[in-house]
């Protein structure tokens, strides 16, 4: 399976405009979550990111991940 073009970025880089950008071009968008708690990863989620990488691992049990 080829993978997809994708963007790391900081997550205070990540805004709503940025991934309807990304994504109408088949982009893929992850978010580098360090030092957020989970209501800060939540909201990347909700946003619609296609991933996130976090420091503390424990942290991903606290959010709900979209089913697509």
Request: zero cysteines; aromatic letters at 2%; glycine letters at 8%.
């Amino acid at each position: 399976r080829p993978s997809a073009p994708g963007m790391i970025l900081p997550a205070g880089d990540v805004s709503p405009r940025l991934l309807h950008a990304a994504h109408s071009r088949g982009i893929q968008v992850i978010a580098v979550a360090d030092g957020s708690d989970a209501p800060a990863i939540q909201a990347l989620l909700d946003a619609g990111v296609d991933g996130v990488t976090v420091s503390d691992a424990a942290l991903l049990s606290a959010v709900h991940w979209p089913i697509n």
